[in-house]
């Protein structure tokens, strides 16, 4: 054909057609089926899969709770791999063969009248594409690592450090970005008192990034004491079982600067949560519910000048930010990993809460 343009091989190392577990519904089990990625652009990569965490986003998604899913959908955004194919005007820093790794933003416009981008938090842009069940700009719809191989923009991938395992890497790019930054927004550190409320795939790692800022004090809430030996385990200062002390939120009253609140639903008892907070302190929700929170009390928040924030996973800087210091600190998540051939299993296990505290699915052909 005329002006047909083939590429060579050396340049291209990533088939054409992927593969990976795909829900064509919300409430069958999924299928693994072939599916065409997006279209390539030259600011892309391609990445072949080895580890893929499995986050409660995916259960979410899979049956369309945060809204209408578009399926068939494939996903998973804790993704790590090699990049095989890269593109001619992807980021510098990206070579063929490096291990990279992708979290929830597969693409944000990075334009320098974008305030959001220009400004280091990309996270928030507007026009941002989540890594699965998304449209890209040209219209292609964006697929996640429940594959064998994914694409997205180059601005967000991401370099995995040398001292990170690629499954603890993997965990890091949602659990661990989507904790690291309100700690670092909200000044964890010597002079803070931390509570994390819930103790699951982003409590267990809030614990473990609050210890390595060197927060004064972290204090961990649960329902039961079944947990109790994995917080002090995990280097909890406290554990406190709320189900099982008619008085928790009495005696831990105006003892917190910060808390990271991983649960969600209309029953939490959201207002004894914000009486442990000291005057100006700051609750931090990072658990996204699928039904409404809690109303509210305004006075008391206003009386002791309480602040409510939400945090959407990270900005990029913070992500890489986040990778060093879990490098450098000898930070470990508690995973446990599967084969990706048992995605349907490992999610029905993550729904009955038998993650501790985070299950990563494997390509076992490429390890």
């Keep these: 054909m005329a002006n047909a343009i083939v590429e060579p091989e050396a340049e291209k190392q990533s088939p054409d057609t992927f593969h990976g577990w795909m829900a064509r519904d ?18 892309d990569v391609d990445i072949r899969i080895s580890h893929c965490g499995v986050c409660a986003s995916d259960l979410h998604t899979l049956r369309s709770g945060w809204g209408q899913t578009t399926y068939p959908c494939c996903v998973g955004h804790e993704i790590v791999g090699t990049a095989v194919r890269v593109g001619k005007n992807a980021r510098q820093g990206i070579s063929i063969g490096d291990r990279v790794g992708v979290g929830p933003q597969g693409y944000t416009c990075n334009q320098p009248d974008c305030g959001w981008c220009s400004s280091g938090r990309e996270n928030y842009c507007p026009h941002r594409v989540g890594t699965y069940g998304d449209r890209y700009p040209n219209g292609s719809i964006s697929y996640g690592g429940f594959a064998d191989y994914c694409r997205h923009n180059s601005a967000s991938v991401f370099s995995i450090p040398d001292g990170l395992s690629s499954a603890d890497a993997a965990v890091m790019l949602c659990a661990g970005s989507t904790i690291y930054e309100p700690l670092k927004e909200h000044g964890a550190g010597p002079e803070k008192r ?48 709320t189900a099982e002390d008619d008085k928790w939120s009495e005696r831990h009253a105006a003892s917190l600067d910060l808390i990271i609140c991983t649960v969600s639903g209309p029953k939490m008892p959201l207002l004894e949560y914000l009486t442990l907070l000291r005057p100006k302190g700051h609750f931090c929700q990072v658990g996204i519910p699928e039904e409404p929170l809690p109303p509210l009390d305004a006075m008391a928040l206003v009386l002791n000048g309480t ?31 599967r084969p990706m051939g048992a995605a349907n299993e490992v999610v029905q296990d993550m729904e009955k809460g038998k993650a501790r505290f985070r299950f990563v699915l494997e390509n076992q052909s490429v390890l």
């Design 26 to 43: 919300a409430t069958s089990s999924m299928s693994y089926q072939a599916f065409k990625p997006k279209v390539w652009e030259e600011t």
């Design 194 to 241: 931390v509570g994390v409320i819930g103790l699951g795939g982003l409590g267990h790692l809030a614990v473990l990034f609050a210890k390595a800022m060197g927060s004064r004090r972290v204090v961990v809430f649960s329902r039961r004491e079944e947990k109790r030996v994995d917080a002090l385990e995990l280097g909890a200062d406290e554990y406190v079982a």
């Design 307 to 337: 602040s409510i924030a939400f945090s959407d996973s990270a900005s990029p800087t913070n992500i890489r930010a986040m990778l060093e210091s879990a490098a450098k600190n000898g930070i470990k998540a508690w995973t446990e990993s």
